[in-house]
C-alpha cells in the first residue's frame, strides 16, 4: 500500500511517516517548501511529480494549515485513482468534509481524522484520535484506519463533524484561548515569569508549564483554531461575559455571590473528586521526580535535555527546586529542573549501550558438574556495568577433570573500569564454584 502524505515535510507529516512505514506502509511526503533534504532524513521519497503520486496512491493523508485545507483538498481530490482513501489531519472537520465530499469522486473513500496531540508526543498509547466519517464514503477503509490507530494504542472517538467542531471550540478554542490570554496579560502586567517561580504553588508551576508549552508553539496554527471554527465566537463571548460577572462579583466584595458562582459551576462540573486525584498525581509526579533526584545526590544519573534530546551523564552534587547540578567529566554542569528529564537506571544503561564504545572479555572456566551454562549466563548478566553476555565455546575434553569447560564472552560498558568489571566476574564466578581456565 502507498500512501502519500501532503504537508509531510511539517511536524505531523514528520510524526506519521515512521509511524506509517513501520507498518509496512510504502511512504512518499510532499511539501511546498520542496524540502527534499527532510524526505532524505526519513528516508522516504519526496513526490517531485505530486500529480502521479496521488493518481497512484493507496491513500492520501492532507496534513496542510487549517485554512488552506479546503484548497488542497479540491485541488487533491479529483486526482485519486478509485478504491483509495483521502484523508485530513487538521483540527476542523466540516469544512474539510465538505470539500472532501464535493471534490471526491464516488469511487473514492474519504474519512475526517483530527489526531488529538502534538507531534512531541513519542508513540498513540493512550492518546485520542477523533474519526469522522461520512455515511457510505468510507465503509472499506474506515474499519482498516480504526484497527491501525487502536492496535497501537490510541483511543477512538467517532462522532459527526459538526459535533467535532462544537466540542472542539471549547476542548482547544477556549483551552487556548485562557492560556494565550494569561501569558499576553503577563506580557501587559511586565510580570517577570522567571522570578515567580521563586513563589511558585504546585498548581501555579502546572499551570506555567502548559502556558509556555503553548506560546512556544506555532502561532499561526492558534491562530486558524481561533478564527477559522465559527463555534469559538460563542465560546468567547460566554467566557468573557462571565469573567467579567465575576469581576464585577470582586470587586464588590460579594463573597456569597462567589461562593454561588463556584458552587454552581461545581455542581456542574461533576466530579469534582476523581479531578483532584488526577491532578494530585500529576502534582507528585514533578515531586516525585525532585525527590528522586535528591536520593540521588553522590550517584551517577543520566539526564535528558527536553529541547536538545541531549543526554547528559554525570554525578549529581547538588539539587535545588530550579536547578541540578552533575559533575560531568571534569566540570560542573547546571541544568535547569523545567527543561531535563530523569532517565531511569534502565534508561540510562539503554542509552549507554547504545552511545558508547564498550569493552570485550572472554572468560573461560570449568564450571561444576550438573550446571546450566545459560543459567550462568543470566548470573553474569546481574552486574550492572555488563551489558550483554553469552556463551561462545563449550569444551568436554579437558585433560584431569570430568568438568565442562566454558567461554563466555563479556561487554562491558564503554565507561566501566574493565579490569575491575573483569575482576568481579572472575571473583563472582569462582564464588558459585567454577574454576578459573588459564
Not at 106 to 114: D, N, P
Request: net charge negative; with cysteine; aromatic share 8%.
Amino acid at each position: 500500500m502507498k500512501v502519500l502524505i501532503i504537508g509531510g515535510t511539517g511536524e505531523m507529516g514528520q510524526w506519521f511517516t515512521p509511524f506509517f512505514k513501520k507498518h509496512g506502509y510504502e511512504v512518499l511526503v510532499w511539501g511546498s517548501s520542496g524540502k527534499v533534504e527532510i524526505a532524505e532524513r526519513m528516508e522516504v521519497e519526496f513526490a517531485q511529480d505530486l500529480d502521479t503520486a496521488i493518481s497512484t496512491s493507496d491513500i492520501v493523508i492532507v496534513t496542510v494549515p487549517i485554512n488552506i485545507t479546503e484548497k488542497v483538498i479540491s485541488e487533491t481530490a479529483p486526482k485519486m485513482k478509485s478504491g483509495s482513501l483521502l484523508m485530513d489531519f487538521t483540527s476542523l472537520k466540516v469544512g474539510a468534509t465538505e470539500a472532501m465530499k464535493e471534490y471526491a469522486a464516488q469511487g473514492v473513500e474519504i474519512l475526517g481524522t483530527h489526531p488529538m496531540f502534538g507531534p512531541s508526543i513519542p508513540s498513540l498509547h493512550g492518546q485520542t484520535f477523533i474519526l469522522t466519517p461520512i455515511e457510505g464514503r468510507c465503509e472499506k477503509w474506515f474499519p482498516v484506519m480504526r484497527s491501525l490507530f487502536e492496535d497501537n494504542g490510541a483511543h477512538i472517538e467517532v462522532i459527526s463533524p459538526a459535533e467535532h467542531d462544537r466540542f472542539v471550540s471549547v476542548v482547544q478554542g477556549l483551552t487556548h484561548f485562557a492560556y494565550i490570554t494569561i501569558g499576553t496579560t503577563f506580557e501587559r502586567l511586565d510580570f517577570s515569569v522567571n522570578e515567580s517561580r521563586r513563589f511558585m504553588s504546585p498548581v501555579y508551576d502546572i499551570m506555567l508549564d502548559f502556558v509556555g508549552r503553548i506560546l512556544g508553539q506555532n502561532p499561526y496554527l492558534y491562530a486558524y483554531i481561533q478564527m477559522e471554527n465559527p463555534e469559538v465566537l460563542k465560546v468567547h463571548d460566554t467566557f468573557m461575559q462571565q469573567c467579567r460577572e465575576m469581576s464585577t462579583i470582586v470587586r464588590e466584595h460579594d463573597v456569597d455571590g462567589f461562593t454561588t458562582k463556584m458552587k454552581d459551576a461545581a455542581a456542574h462540573f461533576g466530579d469534582t473528586a476523581s479531578a483532584l486525584r488526577r491532578s494530585d498525581k500529576l502534582i507528585n509526579s514533578k515531586i516525585a521526580e525532585f525527590d528522586e533526584l535528591i536520593d540521588s545526590i553522590g550517584t551517577e544519573r543520566g539526564l535528558k535535555h527536553i529541547y536538545s534530546n541531549i543526554v547528559h551523564v554525570g554525578i549529581v552534587k547538588k539539587v535545588t527546586p530550579r536547578t541540578v547540578i552533575l559533575f560531568a567529566g571534569k566540570s560542573l554542569l547546571s541544568l535547569k529542573m523545567e527543561n531535563v528529564r530523569l532517565l531511569s537506571p534502565d534508561g540510562l544503561k539503554a542509552w549507554k549501550n547504545k552511545i558508547l564504545s564498550h569493552h570485550t572479555r572472554d572468560i573461560s572456566v570449568l564450571i561444576p558438574q550438573g550446571s546450566n551454562p545459560e543459567a550462568i549466563c543470566n548470573v553474569i548478566a546481574c552486574n550492572d556495568n555488563i551489558i550483554s553476555v553469552r556463551k561462545i565455546d563449550t569444551y568436554t575434553g579437558v585433560k584431569g577433570t570430568d568438568r565442562t569447560s566454558v567461554t563466555y564472552r563479556i561487554n562491558i560498558t564503554g565507561d566501566s573500569d574493565a579490569t575491575r568489571v573483569n575482576d568481579e566476574i572472575v571473583e563472582l564466578l569462582c564464588g558459585i564454584g567454577c574454576k578459573l581456565r588459564t
